[in-house]
């Protein structure tokens, strides 16, 4: 069973920064995507962030410039830097181990979840 660990969120204030981090305990970490979503209360979950097992990074519009995503193989960890947050920033931040096929295995796991609130 593949467990997803995150850690890092809080209260910030507007225009301050936070750092996710998201470990993983499966061994295929470093050929795998992985990225980082949010839902805040009564919206869907949405994509934040992805970053491929070669380092290509994809970011949703509304964080490009303020969220930078990254990965460390060695720590099987993947990382989301959050500069400049706004109240709308403010959801349940979700690490996404995948989808990612393997042999014959399809590895598509979430993290419990971590809160990020924003006060103005």
């Known amino acids: 069973q593949v467990q997803l660990v995150e850690s890092g969120g809080g209260l910030v204030q507007a225009g301050g920064s936070l750092r996710l981090s998201c470990a993983a305990s499966e061994s295929i970490f470093s050929i795998t995507r992985m990225g980082w979503y949010r839902q805040a209360p009564a919206k869907e979950r949405e994509l934040v962030a992805t970053?491929?097992?070669?380092?290509?990074?994809n970011y949703a519009d509304s964080v490009k410039g303020r969220f930078t995503i990254s990965r460390d193989n060695a720590k099987s960890t993947v990382y989301l830097q959050m500069n400049g947050l706004k109240p709308e920033d403010a959801a349940v931040y979700y690490c996404?181990?995948?989808?990612?096929?393997?042999?014959?295995?399809?590895?598509?796991?979430w993290g419990q979840g971590t809160q990020v609130t924003v006060s103005s």
């Open positions: 996404r181990l995948g989808p990612t096929v393997v042999g014959s295995r399809i590895y598509d796991y």
């Open positions: 970053i491929g097992s070669g380092g290509g990074t």
